[in-house]
């Protein structure tokens, strides 16, 4: 079973549309959830990091349920911008290595 | 700060010749990474130094060797390339603090082995 599992989509969306993605991990004892974007032929870069309460920033919001074990991002408001790889970013126990989804690709279409 | 920078952008190589990637952060990070991304498979971990003076194993580091230079430098080499090592680079680094310790990654290396 791979440590972290993610839809690949792709996800087309119009602008304006709202538009979430889910990311499962398989080891309980992870304690650090990520976010990342990554456009075409270039590096991730953190997007948000996911705490156990929640959090929002502007459009996105990003919760964690350690229950099921998933991680979820949501984009209001889609934007042209937004078009991007989303990855799903989780932690091992010891916090030195990182497990990275596949990737979820949107398309934000005008 | 320029983060983390990565030598060369772009390399050609035939099978057999070595190299070395060059990674460096001016972040102050104790920990440091080596990933390649290949079309489908994500990033896979190549290597990793959690703090200066110390080097392990990630999930694909057969025909690769690491070496941690200082806090700052951390570098990957390939002795014998393979046509199997065609792929995009990425270094990172990481502050492991409190539990909430994000990467940060070089804009890569595109290795092309022939």
């Known amino acids: 079973r791979k440590e972290v599992e993610q839809d690949p989509g792709p996800f087309n969306v119009p602008e304006g549309a709202t538009v979430a993605f889910n990311c499962t991990y398989s080891?309980?004892?992870?304690?650090?959830f990520f976010w990342y974007r990554q456009d075409c032929r270039k590096e991730p870069k953190l997007l948000m990091s996911v705490y156990s309460s929640g959090n929002e920033d502007g459009r996105f919001t990003a919760q964690l349920n350690r229950a099921s074990q998933y991680i979820s991002l949501l984009i209001r408001d889609s934007k042209l911008s937004d078009s991007a790889t989303y990855l799903c970013?989780?932690?091992?126990?010891?916090?030195?290595?990182?497990?990275f989804g596949t990737g979820t690709s949107l398309t934000v279409i005008p | 700060n320029a983060g983390v920078t990565q030598t060369p952008k772009f390399q050609v190589l035939k099978t057999g010749q070595s190299m070395t990637l060059q990674c460096a952060q001016d972040m102050n990070h104790n920990s440091m990474y080596w990933y390649r991304q290949d079309p489908g498979m994500g990033l896979r971990l190549i290597y990793y130094?959690?703090?200066?003076?110390?080097?392990d194993k990630g999930e694909v580091p057969n025909g690769y060797n690491v070496s941690r230079l200082n806090k700052r430098e951390f570098s990957l080499r390939l002795e014998s390339a393979a046509p199997s090592q065609t792929s995009v680079y990425f270094c990172?680094?990481?502050?492991?603090?409190?539990?909430?310790?994000?990467?940060?990654f070089g804009p890569g290396t595109r290795l092309t082995v022939l």
């Open positions: 080891n309980s004892a992870s304690q650090s």
């Open positions: 970013v989780v932690n091992g126990h010891t916090g030195n290595q990182f497990y």
């Open positions: 990172a680094s990481s502050d492991f603090a409190g539990g909430l310790s994000a990467q940060f």
């Open positions: 130094s959690a703090s200066e003076g110390t080097t």
